[in-house]
């Protein structure tokens, strides 16, 4: 196996680098338990002394591994940190224990900038200094509780202790920009759309926009902390509740993690449905900011055209699941809603039908040269900047980053599918577009064969709590793309951990990198074209 | 241009009448708002949609209400970027305490008098989030409300049944 390889490289690299021997004080390894539901990869779980932290970020740089995502417990004495890392399509978890007295650890960003704002996060929710951080200021915290005090540590109450109206975060410190005809344009939080709220301070000169600093942390609804003390099933609850557009996804990620804890093996059936409903979601949010783009360059016809087919896939899906957006049809243990011939045969149709309504429609659009004119080279994201902030999804794999994870470490049932990953190297608007067009055909090859091949037999397994506290990581390729929920249960069958790490993390930052140059009226369409949830990294 | 035009002329015209089998006054209330809309708003009742916490479920489904199998403008209500031109607020929840602030300003910018409707299971009563040190629970907790319209998220055809019974109510 060349992945088990590389992470052996990996810690022989850290081992000469750092002149410490790999014994048991230092690092030591053990799997996490292997995956009920064939995860073919299983993680490896190293845990690290703090000192080596700042090492190992070092050495998976050199190795060019990906930086996936960061989060911490309060275990009382200790705060436990976890970072995670790709390679390969082969993860890899780090762990430390940091002193809770003394809490500080070096930071993983200078080496990997996507590390950024969800170690800013791990401060603010933990109080976990990082030492080496190139910024320092708050980004999840606004004014609903106060300086030093750290909502997921185990001692800060879930019900507020402030009374009164939370006044309004007027002292962020943003970046100013000077110079002769600069002016700032702040945005928000209410923007003038219907459409989630969060800020967007630009600097620019005349129409160019020479910065954008994002400032987010609006919606922020205390998921974390909410999510402890919950069952299994009520964990699956809010997990579609994490972002209302990505409801099947989120969902199914917790399930995994969930299940992969637990060993619990799924039926097979439900592990179609499931891919089933997360394809549906991909070809409804692929058309609805499709629509999006085209409604931001004043494609009026384009717009109605993809709000059509948008509201078609939305009522099969009510039809189909008993749901327009498939909320609450993901359990612990596999699906609750079955698919009868019928309802299959109705897809069947729709993909037959919306296949020939995509070849008219994709024609137009390529062929429509002031469509072309507003959204190709606009908001360009180089391969260079994709690799380096880590970006995922159709905005990765327009900028030439071509992983997705059911091609790159799949999962049941796409290990047994053949997936057609499309990629363009372009990064503008039109790559974007371009990528999830072809995306959308993909869902539709892929359903049919989901169908074709749908086993009989139950949709369920019965949930069991399991008989000691045990965790585990569930990673599912949504329409924004990987989607990480790292979930720990107790004995009890109550959550004690939950984290979920959406692809819009990522995404944020490349907004700001990508709208350099461009003129301010275009920043909705740059905008549309990468679609971040707020929701989903507000918490 | 042909083409599009061919293909404009092939789609049609989607827009569907009102269901009239959800109750039986349906469509006699969709007239009866259209006539309130015409007497009170001179035409058209202009809508102001706020997420003041939302998982952006609320927004997908407020956003259907634009596309042309709802239509809502042909009731003559739209949606307007600013407070100062709204007639009522769509406001989705929980409200976050981060967003507290920035609601209440809203609020306060619309002019009177004005319409509140909180969207949403979570808009009604916190929903999933309740409330706690991030989340200030049901819309009301927060400004005045004069309706609800409940589910997670509620249908395009729940939100313009919403609006036009709230409109009946207060005429």
Redesign the interface.
Known sequence: MPHKKTHEQFLQLLSTETGFVLDHDLVYERRLKPAATELPNTILLLHLAPQLWQPAAIVANQLQYRFVGIWAQDLSENLELNISLELHGSYLLLRTLIDTSNPNITSFTPYFPAANRLERHTHDMFGINFSDHPDKHRWTR????NEKQY?LRKN???????AG?????NNYPFTHVNGSGVYEIPVG??H??????GHFRFQAAGEDVINLEERL???????E??AEGLSAKQLI??AG?????S?VAHAWAACLALENATNLKIPERALHIRAIMCEHERIANHF?DFAGVCNDVAYT?GC??L??L??LW?RLN?QVFGH??I?DCIIPGGVNVDLNSKNCQAIHQQIISCKQELA??Y??FE??SSFHDRIKTTGILSVEQATQLGVLGYAGRASGHKFDLRHNAPYSPYNKLKIRVPVFNNGDVLARLRVRAQEVLVAFELIAQLLDQLPPGPIQTPWQNPNTTTESIGLIEGWRGEILAFVRINNNGLIERYFPRDPSWFSWPALEQLIHGNIVPDFPVCNKSING???AV?L | MLKTLYKIFKTGIVTEPLPQNKTTAFERLGDNCRKIIDARFAGSLAIRQIDAGSCNGCELEIHALNNPFYDIERFGVHFVASPRHADLLLVTGPVSRHMESALITTYNATPDPKLVLAVGDCGACGGEFGCSYACAGAIANVIPVDGIITGCPPTPINLLQGILELLEQKN
């Open positions: 606004h004014l609903a509780w909502p800060f109450p879930v019900a507020s202790t402030k109206i939370t006044p309004p975060d939080p209410i003038a759309g219907i459409i989630e709220p942390g609006y919606v922020h609804k205390g998921i902390k909410i609850k809010l509740r994490v972002s209302g557009d409801t609805g016809f109605y055209q709000m059509r948008r509201e939305l009510a327009r957006l909320m008219e429609l024609q137009l062929e429509n949830s707020y929701s507000d």
